[in-house]
């Protein structure tokens, strides 16, 4: 009866979540960057080159109009409500005609052709509602399936621990920054997803009681995550993976940490970084410097930058002092971070080590490319450790206040929280 009670409380979540994020479908914004995932989905759903630009052109048009139409609903000078322009998306369209939405560099569409995991996993819903919708839509689905898997974590972590416990990291991955960013019709929720189900894997390979079945499928999970990423984006496996691998050889180095679980996470991880040095030799995967050349020459539309890496550093000077200044201002994501790091010290050294490969992951994102406007999506996988985190701290001081409160109950409140 429990664990149907436990089910319950995790999927009512996510029903909950997912319809209440198909009411503001529509307010969902929409970019460049979705527009070229719309224009892979309908390559992927089989669709010629011509046919795909013009769906994914006419897709972004109506977006265009629509989203124009919202806001001038509210400007406080339009005497009465505006009607929708058909005109405007029509005029769009025939401009694009049957050509990529600029910028078309052929360095800089590749970027996404090398990551056909979002746009892969879209096909269906986008071959049945459309690009736009079927995009916000399996943003919302895989942000969702993220919380679940948080959810998971948090009941293996702390198997006698009771449901809200799980419950309040499954909200938090809704109601936080993770939930915001991964709904829009992005590949944020893809990565998510793929973020959480290795969490989920670590931690059922070292967190008690440990057998033969829980490696296995942990390993396994921790496989498919990394190729998910990979696929997804591949440059926030890499991090993840080195982080992981090294915690791991930490904690094998440790005697009082040392477990199968902690084998079976190194070496899935070690794999995973050969498996992606293997992938970026034969397809030669965009590099750091392509990456910056994008950054520095808008898309490849201006002169390419001779000194990228030094623009770069003079660009991160400047921009984390101003992000620090912000911060200390609204402090929430430092203070999330400490106590998250309070209640990561109960969980396996491999799940600690994992969740900080998901924070350097983040801040790597965004030394790579420090633009205020796209620092807080980037830096979307440091809340990770948060959605852990935060519950088991939470759990540890509830652990504290009742073993003070009844000192002879200490066994019981270790293990019920």
Same mark, same amino acid.
Not at 146 to 174: D, H, K, M, S
Not at 187 to 210: D, I, N
Not at 288 to 297: N, P
Not at 328 to 354: D, K
């Given at each position: ?58 897709? /972004? ?16 000078? &339009? ?40 746009? #892969?996993?879209? @096909?269906?819903?986008?071959?049945? #509602? ?33 449901? #809200? ?9 809704? #109601? ?20 959480? &189900?290795?969490? +989920? ?27 998910? +990423? ?34 079976? @996470?190194?070496?899935?991880? &070690? ?20 990456? +910056? ?75 790579? /490319? ?48």
């Amino acid at each position: 009866m429990r664990r149907v009670s436990r089910t319950n409380a995790t999927a009512l979540l996510f029903l909950l979540f997912v319809l209440v994020q198909a009411l503001g479908l529509s307010a969902s914004s929409w970019s460049n960057d979705s527009y070229r995932y719309d224009l892979l989905a309908h390559r992927y759903a089989g669709q010629s080159v011509l046919a795909a630009t013009r769906a994914a052109n006419a897709d /972004h048009c109506a977006e265009w109009a629509r989203q124009d139409l919202r806001g001038r609903l509210l400007l406080p000078s &339009a005497g009465s409500f505006p009607a929708p322009a058909p005109a405007d998306a029509a005029a769009c369209r025939a401009r694009l005609g049957a050509t990529v939405l600029p910028p078309n560099d052929p360095r800089y569409t590749r970027i996404f052709s090398t990551r056909p995991g979002y746009p #892969l996993l879209a @096909v269906p819903l986008v071959s049945l #509602l459309g690009g736009p919708t079927g995009l916000r839509l399996t943003a919302v689905l895989l942000t969702g399936l993220a919380g679940v898997l948080v959810f998971a974590t948090l009941r293996v972590l702390l198997p006698a621990a009771r449901v #809200l416990v799980a419950a309040f990291g499954q909200v938090l991955c809704y #109601l936080g920054p993770t939930g915001a960013y991964g709904v829009r019709p992005l590949s944020e929720g893809a990565a998510l997803l793929g973020l959480t &189900a290795g969490l +989920l894997a670590v931690a059922l390979c070292c967190a008690r009681p440990r057998t033969r079945g829980r490696l296995w499928a942990g390993g396994t999970l921790l496989a498919g995550a990394y190729l998910g +990423l990979g696929l997804v984006r591949y440059a926030e496996a890499l991090p993840v993976a080195l982080v992981t691998a090294l915690g791991a050889g930490l904690c094998l180095a440790w005697r009082r940490s040392r477990s199968g679980g902690a084998v079976v @996470v190194g070496a899935v991880s &070690a794999l995973a970084l050969v498996a992606l040095g293997a992938a970026d030799a034969v397809w030669h995967l965009p590099s750091l410097t392509l990456s +910056l050349q994008d950054l520095f020459s808008q898309h490849f539309t201006q002169p390419l930058a001779p000194d990228p890496r030094a623009r770069l550093a003079v660009l991160n000077g400047r921009f984390w002092w101003q992000w620090l200044q912000g911060e200390a201002l609204t402090p929430v994501l430092p203070v999330a971070l400490v106590l998250a790091a309070l209640g990561l010290r109960r969980a396996p050294g491999p799940v600690a080590a994992f969740a900080a490969g998901c924070a350097v992951t983040g801040v790597a994102a965004v030394a790579a /490319h420090p633009l205020a406007y796209e620092a807080d999506r980037l830096l979307l996988p440091v809340w990770l450790p948060v959605l852990v985190g935060l519950p088991l701290w939470l759990a540890s001081v509830n652990i504290a206040r009742r073993v003070n409160e009844h000192p002879s109950s200490r066994l019981l409140a270790s293990t019920r929280l």
